[in-house]
């Protein structure tokens, strides 16, 4: 069983429940703009918003694009010209007040601080990610925390990876692992980035090209991947 020192996790749907906090902001935004949270303009803002994250993950689009627009477009669908770039200011202020973790998420971050270097590498907004550290405690857990909006590049891209290794003391890509829920970001991101990876998904998706080291469908799966000398953990699946 390969020895780990690096654990570099991802934020959203990883150790923080984004739908959750999705649950709370959107809401309190549509209403504030008399536009009602029904399925149908939920569905909208989610095609925009879905559509625009990945332009963004292939490198089409800049992050100043997707904040001023996603919302800007999502109301004018529905006939309301709004400052899509306030909303988004707004949007990120009610995202930052939840404080629901991923299951397992607080007790496995409280089991591996005091014995590993714990990172956080998030394609998400830095103020918004940093704020959610902090009011859910999390925060200083983590040696450092490195989101694409400060590095200049967002993962799956190489280049954001490089960044977060350089600036990591005696990093060794060989002790190094990605813990993370999307394939796209974290699976591919980590493997062409030379470390192994650890694909949380709960829903059992399917991987299209790369494969995972290893998979997990819940958190406290980790801890045997990683820990292999505590002898009450079921055995880690390896793929």
């Given amino acids: 069983m390969k020895e780990y020192q690096f654990l570099l996790f991802d934020l959203d ?9 999705e649950k709370l902001a959107l809401p309190k935004l549509f209403e504030a703009y008399q536009l009602p949270l029904t399925p149908q ?3 909208v803002y989610r095609k925009i918003n879905t559509g625009l994250w990945r332009s963004l993950e292939e490198g089409l689009i800049t992050r100043d694009i997707l904040m001023e627009t996603r919302f800007g477009k999502t109301f004018e669908h529905f006939g ?3 400052d899509g770039k306030a909303l988004d200011a707004e949007y990120r202020g009610y995202l930052a007040e939840s404080k629901v973790f991923v299951e397992g998420a607080l007790e496995l971050i409280h089991t591996l601080e005091p014995e590993y270097e714990l990172y956080i590498t ?9 704020k959610r550290l902090q009011v859910t405690g999390l925060a200083p857990y983590f040696k450092q925390v490195f989101v694409s909006e400060n590095t200049g590049y967002q993962k799956p891209m190489k280049p954001f990876f490089d960044y977060v290794f350089e600036r990591i003391p005696n990093f060794d890509p060989n002790k190094a692992m990605i813990i993370g829920d999307s394939y796209s970001a974290d699976i591919i991101g980590g493997a062409n980035a030379g470390i192994d990876t650890c694909w949380l998904n709960p829903f059992n998706a399917v991987p ?3 494969r995972p080291t290893y998979e997990i469908q819940k958190l406290d799966q980790l801890l045997p991947i990683i820990n292999s000398h505590k002898a009450n953990y079921q055995q880690p699946i390896e793929i």
């Fill in 13 to 21: 749907d990883t150790l923080l429940d984004f739908k959750a906090a």
């Fill in 41 to 43: 303009t939920e569905d």
């Fill in 80 to 82: 309301i010209e709004v």
């Fill in 208 to 210: 299209s090209t790369i």
């Fill in 122 to 130: 998030s394609n998400g907004l830095a103020e918004t990610q940093m």
